[in-house]
């Protein structure tokens, strides 16, 4: 296992203060919704791109079984928990993890998911708020800056993977 004295300090201090800083931004635009709209809320009534205050109990895009069992709000947050270890452990143990992109990436995927895990823990559903309807009869899930993250972060790491399995042939 590698010691922090052996990491890059400032690449693992800029890893870390860019999870905080999606935990903070989501914490805090998820509390203005909560104080400011009441469940069900949307602004504007009608559009393409609103706010609207819903919760979801459930996992991604409402998701709430596996081969037809119900999974209860214990099992995301523990499901939740193993990948905040494993974020973690990705990055402080596996090297081409610590790539500045695949640290980004990390990052965005650290922060997204402590944000939607604090969530559960203390209100035990997630707050989502950004509705987005492009078009008549589609309307994506009603998601949160912590979901955002988490697709990024996906993202960028699949970037990586590529990237790496490349250098590798």
Same mark, same amino acid.
């Not at 052996?6 to 998820?30: E, H, M, P």
């Not at 203005?32 to 602004?43: E, K, T, V």
């Not at 995301?76 to 990705?90: K, R, S």
């Given at each position: 296992?590698? !010691? ?7 690449? !693992?201090?800029?890893? &870390? ?6 935990? %903070?931004?989501?914490?805090?635009? @998820?509390? *203005?919704?909560? =104080? ?11 559009? !393409? %791109? ?13 998701? $709430?079984?596996?081969?037809? &069992?119900?999974?209860?709000?214990? $099992? %995301? ?21 610590? $790539? @500045? &992109? =695949? $640290? ?12 939607? &895990? ?6 035990? =559903?997630? !707050? ?19 979901? =955002? ?5 996906? %993202?960028?790491?699949?970037?990586? *993977?590529?990237?790496?399995? @490349?250098?590798?042939?």
């Amino acid at each position: 296992m590698m !010691t922090l004295s052996k990491l890059n300090r400032g690449q !693992t201090l800029s890893f &870390l203060l860019l999870a905080a800083g999606i935990l %903070f931004a989501d914490q805090v635009t @998820k509390a *203005l919704i909560r =104080a400011n709209m009441y469940l069900g809320q949307s602004i504007p009534p009608e559009g !393409t %791109f609103r706010l609207t205050y819903v919760t979801n109990p459930y996992g991604v895009f409402g998701f $709430s079984g596996f081969w037809g &069992l119900y999974l209860g709000p214990i $099992s %995301f947050i523990i499901g939740t928990g193993i990948v905040v270890i494993l974020i973690i452990g990705l990055y402080f143990n596996y090297p081409p993890m610590r $790539s @500045k &992109l =695949a $640290s980004i990436g990390l990052g965005f995927l650290l922060g997204g998911a402590m944000g939607n &895990l604090i969530d559960r823990i203390w209100l035990g =559903a997630v !707050t989502d708020f950004i509705d987005v309807r492009l078009w008549e009869g589609f309307r994506w899930p009603t998601f949160n800056i912590a979901d =955002a993250s988490l697709t990024t972060g996906i %993202f960028i790491l699949i970037v990586c *993977l590529l990237i790496i399995a @490349k250098d590798t042939q």
